[in-house]
């Protein structure tokens, strides 16, 4: 059974700070990686996607990849009160490339 | 920007009817997904679509639930028989055809059975 798993918090940070979010996968096959940020009844949207080991920055969000420790980051820096979501992990499965396999997702609550 | 729709938003059906949910994915998009979502849980995998006919589908995605691609924008997921355990919201995703390309979702559809 192919897994990710993700601490399902609540992940409580100051406004301002960083928040660091943290995913595991097992299947060594996985070749992409996403994180999604989902607000409460709405649908998953896409923040970044990372593809190759080492980090990627797109504004305030940096992702990170280390495929040898099977595991990715998503860290927020100046954190805000609008960043207070569910952040959802998503890995492509190894055998087809095509599908996600995805993690419970962690809650972030970003503190005024 | 491209984005995919899905309608309705909300529906309200009685225990043992059969639903149709709505999507348009994007329109050059090839791979195209449902996704379920009961509330507080995580996001469940139904089934992808590619190239006219399923690619995948997971133990939910069973006899009750049927996919189709009626003419060349919209595909839709009709759950027959429908059952309290049912509801939940409903997601269509779409993706262009490389592989580790971003899934797309759309804004789902409420499912309610009484």
Redesign the interface.
């Known amino acids: 059974q192919k897994e990710v798993e993700q601490n399902s918090g609540p992940l409580s940070v100051p406004e301002g700070a960083i928040a660091s979010l943290n995913c595991t996968y097992s299947d060594r096959g996985s070749?992409?990686f996403?994180w999604?940020r989902q607000y409460s009844?709405?649908?998953?949207?896409?923040i970044m996607?990372i593809?190759s080991n080492g980090d990627k920055e797109d504004g305030r969000f940096t992702a990170q990849l280390n495929k040898a420790s099977q595991y990715v980051s998503l860290l927020i820096r100046d954190s805000q009160p609008s960043d207070s979501a569910t952040y959802?992990c998503a890995v492509?499965d190894g055998d087809?490339?095509?599908?996600?396999i995805?993690?419970?997702?962690t809650k972030l609550i970003i503190k005024p | 920007e491209p984005e995919v729709t899905q309608t309705p938003s909300h529906q309200v059906t009685q225990m043992g009817q059969e639903v149709i949910l709505r999507c348009v994915p994007i329109s050059n998009h090839l791979y195209f997904y449902w996704y379920r979502q009961i509330l507080g849980q995580k996001v469940e995998f139904l089934v992808s679509f590619y190239n006219n006919e399923i690619s995948e589908k997971s133990e939910i995605f069973d006899d009750q639930f049927s996919v189709e691609r009626p003419d060349g924008s919209n595909f839709t997921l009709k759950i027959r028989s429908t059952k309290l355990e049912d509801s939940a919201m409903y997601f269509c995703a779409s993706r262009g055809g490389g592989a580790g390309e971003t899934q797309y979702f759309g804004p789902g559809t409420r499912l309610l059975v009484l």
Do not use: I
């Open positions: 070749q992409s996403f999604y009844g709405k649908s998953p949207e896409l996607s593809y959802l492509t087809s490339n095509y599908q996600l995805w993690g419970a997702g």
